[in-house]
Antibody, heavy 123, light 108 residues
Framework: EVQLVQSGAEVKKPGESLKISCKGS????????IGWVRQMPGKGLEWMGF????????RYSPSFQGQVTISADKSITTAYLQWSSLKASDTAVYYC????????????????WGQGTMVTVSS | EIVLTQSPGTLSLSPGERATLSCRTS???????LVWYQQKPGQAPRLLIY???SRASGIPDRFSGSGSGTDFTLTISRLEPEDFAVYYC?????????FGGGTKVEIK
């Protein structure tokens, strides 16, 4: 069974740094793209970026480029999302998800999701 | 960048009724990469439809997807109580992934 287990809720102050995690199991972690999706309170889904753990190839949404860093450690089958300086507007639930549906060599749909990590940034 | 516009924003229906949700793209896209998800309160999204019309594993056949070009539709033939949720379309192209704004299907 494919599973993605995310780290727990975080409460931080503006300006602080943060790294949240997503541990994959039940599939070949190195050969599946892992994406991150933001959901602000009461709002829709926003794609942030994804990473291919096998070679660390990373793609970012233009909206999030330079705002966050996505990384992965394939030796422990874990992906990460980090911020160097949080803002109140980063308050949201963050989901990791596996881009597991592929067609003609292009993987395009998230078929497994983590449970979400709630990040609250408040002074 | 392709923009996905979902309508209506909210659909108020009764159990047993048919739900028709629309997803319009800002330019013609390949239906191969058009996807639908369901999200219930407090839960992660769940994949419903991939490739515009193929049901994901375990998805009941009352859910169906159709469309091409710029117009795509998710249809729920007869609403069950567990179908009241928010539905998102999503497209992947040119290394960019975009979600629509969502349609909430609520109990009338």
């Amino acid at each position: 069974e494919v599973q993605l287990v995310q780290s727990g809720a975080e409460v931080k102050k503006p300006g602080e740094s943060l790294k949240i995690s997503c541990k994959g199991s039940g599939y070949s972690f190195s050969t599946s793209w892992i994406g991150w999706v933001r959901q602000m309170p009461g709002k829709g889904l926003e794609w942030m970026g994804f990473i291919y753990p096998g070679d660390a190839d990373t793609r970012y949404s233009p909206s999030f480029q330079g705002q966050v860093t996505i990384s992965a450690d394939k030796s422990i089958t874990t992906a990460y999302l980090q911020w160097s300086s949080l803002k109140a507007s980063d308050t949201a639930v963050y989901y990791c998800a596996r881009l597991g549906y592929c067609s003609r060599g292009t993987c395009y749909a998230f078929d497994a999701w983590g449970q979400g990590t709630m990040v609250t940034v408040s002074s | 960048e392709i923009v996905l516009t979902q309508s209506p924003g909210t659909l108020s229906l009764s159990p047993g009724e048919r739900a028709t949700l629309s997803c319009r793209t800002s330019q013609s896209v390949s239906s191969s990469y058009l996807v639908w998800y369901q999200q219930k309160p407090g839960q992660a999204p769940r994949l419903l439809i991939y490739g515009a019309s193929s049901r994901a594993s375990g998805i009941p056949d009352r859910f169906s997807g159709s469309g091409s070009g710029t117009d795509f539709t998710l249809t729920i033939s007869r609403l069950e109580p567990e179908d009241f949720a928010v539905y998102y379309c999503q497209y992947y192209g040119n290394s960019l992934l975009t979600f629509g704004g969502g349609t909430k299907v609520e109990i009338k």
